[in-house]
């Protein structure tokens, strides 16, 4: 069975940040994500709380999500890009990293796809 490690990120917004968050995230934060050729699951506000958001990526191994996250936020193309406004706009933040088959990513692909 073939596994991926899943990245879980939840940003906890500024009070009134929640619709300018998601445009810069959809418009230039996320695209910039997938350029650098980081797997993106799916991005989008919680269901039930407007100050909370969430980011879901997928790696091969533990080591890729380091190199690859490691390399992307040292760039130029993020230090001069989105990185200031999406900053600005949190107020905290939580990761973890899950374990799990392939297939259950695709799966969660085709499920937070339809959200966005």
């Given at each position: 069975?073939?596994k991926?490690?899943?990245?879980?990120?939840?940003?906890?917004?500024?009070?009134?940040?929640?619709?300018?968050?998601?445009?810069?995230?959809?418009?230039?934060?996320?695209?910039?994500?997938?350029?650098?050729?980081?797997?993106?699951?799916?991005y989008g506000?919680?269901?039930?709380d407007?100050?909370?958001?969430?980011?879901?990526?997928?790696?091969?191994?533990?080591?890729?999500?380091?190199?690859?996250?490691?390399?992307?936020?040292?760039?130029?193309?993020?230090?001069?890009?989105?990185?200031?406004?999406?900053?600005?706009?949190?107020?905290?933040?939580?990761?973890?990293v899950i374990?799990?088959?392939a297939?259950?990513?695709?799966?969660?692909?085709?499920?937070l796809?339809?959200?966005?």
């Amino acid at each position: 069975m073939v596994k991926r490690f899943v990245h879980i990120k939840i940003f906890r917004l500024k009070q009134g940040a929640g619709a300018e968050f998601h445009r810069v995230g959809h418009e230039e934060s996320i695209p910039l994500v997938r350029n650098w050729g980081h797997d993106v699951i799916g991005y989008g506000p919680s269901a039930t709380d407007e100050l909370s958001y969430y980011v879901v990526r997928a790696y091969d191994s533990v080591e890729q999500m380091r190199a690859e996250q490691d390399r992307f936020y040292g760039s130029g193309d993020w230090k001069n890009g989105p990185r200031e406004a999406i900053l600005s706009m949190i107020e905290g933040d939580a990761e973890i990293v899950i374990e799990m088959p392939a297939e259950l990513v695709d799966a969660m692909r085709s499920g937070l796809s339809d959200l966005i």
